[in-house]
Structures are given as structure tokens and as C-alpha cells.
């Protein structure tokens, strides 16, 4: 994920996102945060799959790295701050 979030600082989605949220409403700007922790995982997955494909991971990475992005994805914070 924080692969991801490399990537997206060296083509400047990072900036372009920011510099976008500060001109936003808060509810636009929360939900360009939640686009862009999406395309960082969305990279981390591509990462994965070749990392995958050349050996690179152990058994076991792949389920522990889901199990890792569960347990503090969105879905998780809004469980603990909204209760639902």
C-alpha cells in the first residue's frame, strides 16, 4: 500500500489530489482521500501479483497482507467511529 502511495507521489496524483482537496468541500475532500487510499491499494495489488509471479512472496503474504488491510481499511474506521 505504501508502494502505492510512492507511485502516486512520482506522477504527481499525490499534489494534484492535494492541491484539488484544499479548493474542496470537506465531504469532497474525504472522498477524494478514500479514491486515493483506493488507488494505492489498487497499486500494492499489481505489486503483489508480480511479486507473486517471480517468487518474491512467502505462503501465507498474500492472506496476511488482506488480513492486515481489513483490520484498518475504511470500512473498520467507520465501524469504530460511527458504529455501524
Known amino acids: 500500500h505504501e508502494v502505492g502511495h510512492h507511485v502516486q507521489n512520482l506522477t ?43 517468487g518474491l512472496l512467502e505462503v501465507g503474504d498474500v492472506e496476511e497482507a488482506l488480513r492486515a488491510a481489513q483490520a484498518v481499511g475504511d470500512d473498520q474506521i467507520q465501524k469504530r467511529a460511527q458504529g455501524y
Open 12 to 54: 504527481g496524483t499525490m499534489d494534484k489530489v492535494n492541491a484539488l482537496q484544499q479548493r474542496s468541500p470537506e465531504a469532497q475532500a474525504n472522498q477524494l482521500s478514500v479514491r486515493l487510499e483506493l488507488q494505492a491499494d489498487c497499486y500494492a495489488g499489481v505489486w503483489a501479483h508480480y511479486a507473486q509471479r517471480q
